[in-house]
């Protein structure tokens, strides 16, 4: 039996619990600071698009060419080809990222000519486009092989015809090519081997009809080329039959190993877009004793037209899900999205829409903005703005009704983040004058082709590709992201959640779209946890920090020295090596990323990386 003393104190430290407890969720409903961004940072306090680094221009160049002034004695690319293509497109904006000069000239001639007259060093690497080159010039293959043999890297991003390449012994041995066993070869696949980009080895095979229509859209036929002993395949095709040897199969991507210089041919379209990107940043870490590049270090989740504070659809979606849109998103979506969020090492930013549909006579009520508000602050994530409606309103009668929806409820929250989505040119201009989103200072679009898919929108805003659709990652999306995340240590994946709001097909259930979603991210991001999780408005700060940022870099021994200019720290850089790892690094710190691969952070201007 208990005594009136015990009984007493029980009471007291039940209600001491009891009161405890009430005032820690009081506490939390006061502290969580949802009713402002946390993200938000003033945009003349940071660095605009003047700042940026950019390759000087001389236009005395011919045909269209640019080329570039040689600042210091910064490394330089140069580029064979017409002006304006796809291929020079792809060459000026690794230049750009990667802070090398680049001179672009129409002929080899032209290149001759304007070398003859500078007299510049010689460039670290020369870029051929074979589909702009005469090949029966006279001379032609000596200039080659003198670039050579003067220790100039020769880059073919595409193939001269194979019927060219038949016909010319010199070019075959320049390009490492014994025999022309086929001109044309269709084959099951393509193989990535491990240590040319990040992320590992890969097998973009097909194991039955399904996949094959859901992801296989990579270039299937090409020559076939049987390869010398000195030359060093990275990516092969995947033949029906078994060989004996791997040096059997089709080559790709390879290297042919000259004295002084390596000559790389790309047998296929690989580099007309971004994937080019990480090509010739793996080409470049093949053929130097290590390779040291910034970084943007940023991997973004994003949640388009989601949350929204408007219960519609609710006839389809009560047949659904037995509840309204309201309930459905916050029962069954919101944990559904947030356990995929946690299961990978991408940052979240949910650009949400107050509501989908401004003509029905649904609106949005300020308890549901408060409820997602305070969950996405619990979560660390971040809240901004989509323009997008399933009604035909006008983008700024939108903006307007939303800007007086969140007065009422949140009239101090100032978005720094816009999903731009599919809009054009001229309605993102019209959007970005509106009240609601006057503080924005970073714009995410839909990628389309572009090949600066990070950059400035403006002066003081900076503009990130989503780079793909997470409920949908072919081959050729997965070769890709590789590629980007190699150069850049970049990478935005999106889900629309308008799919699950108004649904076309059987296809479009959120069981299936989050399936999905979280299937994809889980596996095919697995490999890249080295790089931050960012929301989008940490990814801009690090974008204009990457962009300012210059830098030399040397070795002495062991060690190599880096010294940075234009921009503050932390910024960051990829060092790959061949067969040396880090045992120390002053003035920063460094995680392992793969073998041969490592993340350095540079806190200060003046870093020192020691190698054993």
């Known amino acids: 039996m208990i005594s009136r003393w015990n009984y007493l104190a029980i009471t007291t430290v039940m209600l001491v619990v009891f009161f405890m407890f009430q005032f820690t969720n009081v506490a939390l409903e006061s502290w969580d600071g949802y009713e402002e961004n946390s993200y938000y940072l003033d945009r003349e306090d940071l660095p605009g698009e003047s700042s940026a680094y950019q390759?000087?221009?001389?236009?005395?160049?011919g045909q269209g060419g640019t080329d570039a002034v040689s600042r210091d004695s910064r490394s330089r690319v140069v580029y064979i080809g017409a002006a304006g293509g796809a291929e020079e497109n792809v060459v000026y904006t690794w230049a750009v990222y990667t802070k090398q000069n680049m001179n672009s000239y129409a002929s080899f001639g032209e290149y001759k000519k304007a070398e003859k007259k500078k007299k510049n060093q010689s460039p670290e690497m020369i870029i051929i486009n074979s589909d702009d080159i005469e090949w029966n010039q006279k001379g032609l293959l000596g200039e080659l092989e003198k670039y050579a043999d003067g220790g100039v890297n020769l880059v073919f991003c595409n193939l001269p015809d194979v019927e060219v390449i038949k016909d010319n012994a010199r070019l075959q041995k320049l390009l490492g090519i014994e025999e022309v066993k086929s001109e044309e070869n269709e084959v099951e696949g393509i193989y990535l081997?491990?240590?040319?980009?990040?992320?590992?080895?890969?097998?973009?095979?097909?194991?039955d009809e399904e996949e094959r229509a859901k992801r296989q859209d990579l270039e299937l036929t090409f020559p076939w080329y049987t390869l010398g002993k000195d030359a060093e395949v990275y990516i092969r095709g995947i033949t029906k039959d078994i060989l004996e040897e791997e040096e059997d199969y089709p080559a790709v991507i390879w290297s042919n190993r000259l004295d002084k210089a390596d000559v790389f041919a790309v047998n296929g379209s690989y580099m007309e877009d971004i994937t080019g990107l990480g090509i010739l940043t793996a080409m470049s870490a093949r053929s130097n004793e290590y390779e040291l590049y910034p970084v943007v270090n940023a991997q973004n989740m994003?949640?388009?037209n989601y949350?929204?504070?408007?219960?519609e659809n609710n006839k389809?979606?009560?047949a659904r899900y037995g509840q309204s849109m309201s309930e459905m998103f916050r029962n069954i979506a919101w944990p559904s999205l947030v356990a995929a969020y946690r299961q990978n090492a991408l940052g979240l930013t949910c650009m949400l829409t107050p509501q989908y549909d401004y003509g029905d006579e649904q609106f949005p009520k300020q308890t549901e903005l408060q409820y997602y508000m305070r969950r996405i602050r619990e979560q660390g994530a971040e809240a901004g703005l989509s323009p997008d409606s399933v009604s035909d309103t006008y983008i700024r009668e939108k903006l307007t009704e939303d800007q007086r929806f969140m007065e009422k409820g949140l009239p101090d929250y100032r978005f720094s983040s816009f999903y731009a989505g599919s809009l054009t040119e001229s309605e993102v201009e019209t959007a970005l004058n509106e009240e609601i989103v006057k503080d924005v200072r970073t714009?995410?679009?839909d990628y389309s082709g572009e090949n600066d898919i990070i950059g400035y929108q403006s002066e003081e805003i900076t503009r990130q590709s989503s780079l793909s659709d997470g409920t949908v990652h072919t081959y050729r999306d997965d070769l890709r992201m590789r590629s980007v995340q190699t150069a850049l240590g970049y990478s935005s994946v999106r889900l629309n959640m308008s799919r699950v709001a108004f649904p076309e097909n059987d296809e479009d259930t959120l069981e299936k779209v989050v399936s999905e979603f979280g299937g994809n991210i889980g596996y095919y991001w697995d490999d890249f946890r080295g790089f931050a999780g960012t929301t989008v408005s940490e990814c801009d700060s690090r974008i204009r920090s990457f962009l300012a940022l210059d830098y030399t870099d040397s070795r002495k021994?062991?060690?190599?020295h880096l010294e940075l200019t234009g921009t503050e720290t932390?910024?960051?850089?990829?060092?790959?090596?061949?067969?040396?790892?880090?045992?120390?690094?002053d003035g920063g710190s460094w995680e392992q990323l793969e073998d041969g691969a490592w993340l350095i952070e540079a806190e200060s201007t003046d870093v020192s990386i020691e190698l054993e």
């Not at 390759?55 to 160049?61: E, F």
């Open 307 to 311: 949350p929204g504070f408007a219960s």
């Open 570 to 585: 932390p910024v960051w850089f990829v060092l790959r090596t061949e067969g040396e790892r880090i045992v120390r690094v």
């Open 557 to 560: 021994e062991d060690t190599i």
């Open 302 to 304: 994003v949640l388009v």
């Open 316 to 318: 389809e979606m009560r």
């Open 55 to 61: 390759p000087g221009t001389d236009l005395t160049a």
């Open 193 to 207: 081997r491990e240590g040319f980009l990040l992320g590992g080895e890969a097998v973009y095979r097909a194991e």
């Open 443 to 445: 714009i995410v679009t």
